[in-house]
């Protein structure tokens, strides 16, 4: 069983910038698959970026040159470097972790607030 620790999160201005950070813990095997999703009050669940364990990136059209995911795969830790955060951006923002059977654990969420 894998287990998710998230930090970072909180209220920022408009053009901002904030970092989440994400550890995994338990049994974790090698190849596997890290990422941030968000989801905004009366919306879907969406995928924010992602980073595999060999070191693939997938992030969302929306986030694209202001976010940037990054690994440590020695401390099983995945960050989300978010810069000039913009009010639409507000959501809580889960982590979730990927085994290689596509079996998937989530985080509990952190808020991100971002004011106009």
């Known amino acids: 069983q894998v287990q998710l620790v998230e930090s970072g999160g909180g209220l920022v201005q408009a053009g901002g910038s904030l970092r989440l950070s994400c550890t995994a813990s338990g049994t974790i095997f090698s190849n596997n698959a890290m990422g941030w999703y968000r989801q905004a009050p009366g919306k879907q669940r969406e995928l924010v970026a992602e980073?595999?364990?060999?070191?693939?990136?997938n992030y969302a059209d929306s986030v694209k040159g202001r976010f940037t995911i990054a690994r440590d795969n020695a401390k099983n830790t995945v960050y989300l470097q978010m810069n000039s955060l913009k009010p639409e951006d507000t959501a809580v923002y889960y982590c979730?972790?990927?085994?290689?059977?596509?079996?998937?654990?989530w985080g509990k969420g952190t808020l991100v607030t971002v004011s106009a």
């Open positions: 980073a595999t364990s060999g070191g693939n990136t």
């Open positions: 979730r972790f990927t085994n290689y059977r596509a079996v998937y654990v």
